[in-house]
């Protein structure tokens, strides 16, 4: 049973607008969300990150909004650049035994068009 | 500071053969995760070292064993391979928290 799920298994969007990724947990002991970036032939790269205890973070073009009654979170991209053109994970983890270890979406191929 | 890198960064087996990868992590991080990447399934937990223990492990069968050294350098180990385990393998260290830091990964065909 998925905890961590990306619906939408692709994204296409044109250069300059708006990205909107979107992710959905069942697993209420997830109180740390993370987005990561993955381009072919290299690992995941860190992208953003919020507590549970927060509704929103920013950092530039990127910004992740949480929504913890209906356990959906969503990264937004502005303005979209080819340079995005990547996969996207969404993650969630909770504290556990002191371990972080988090749980992974399947992904979405974000596809930005010049 | 050098990242997380994984040897071999390729590796071509064949059924019922074992396989070693191996993962240095960032210097100064002690907890090394392996994570299996397959098409449409995201990323799959295999296990967590920690000072040398395995601290969690994922929903794998026995044939997935790892072991982590005093240097904090770790080898993932599958036994009698099947065609199912080609993937991706990623090794991911990380100092303390939520943040992992990934290497670029094995590709492992299984013929």
């Known amino acids: 049973d998925q905890q961590v799920k990306q619906n939408s298994p692709s994204l296409s969007v044109q250069e300059g607008r708006i990205s909107i990724l979107n992710c959905d947990y069942t697993n209420s002991m997830f109180d740390y969300f993370l987005w990561y970036k993955k381009y072919p032939a290299e690992g995941p790269t860190f992208l953003i990150s919020i507590s549970s205890i927060k509704d929103k973070n920013e950092d530039g073009r990127f910004t992740v909004f949480l929504n913890k009654s209906a356990k959906h979170l969503s990264l937004h991209i502005v303005p979209s650049q080819p340079g995005d053109s990547a996969v996207y994970f969404c993650a969630a983890s909770g504290t556990a035994g002191g371990s972080y270890i988090p749980t992974f979406g399947r992904g979405t191929s974000l596809i930005v068009h010049p | 500071k050098a990242g997380v890198t994984q040897t071999p960064r390729y590796l071509i087996k064949t059924r019922g053969q074992q396989v070693t990868l191996s993962c240095s992590p960032i210097s100064g991080h002690r907890s090394v995760s392996w994570y299996q990447q397959t098409p449409g399934q995201g990323l799959q937990f295999l296990f967590e070292y920690f000072s040398e223990t395995q601290r969690n492990k994922g929903n794998f069968p026995g044939r997935f064993s790892g072991r982590q050294f005093s240097n904090s350098r770790s080898e993932m180990n599958v036994s009698t391979l099947e065609l199912g385990d080609s993937a991706l393998y990623l090794c991911?260290?990380?100092?303390?928290?939520?943040?992992?830091?990934f290497g670029p990964g094995t590709r492992l065909t299984v013929l």
């Open positions: 991911a260290s990380s100092p303390y928290g939520h943040e992992q830091f």
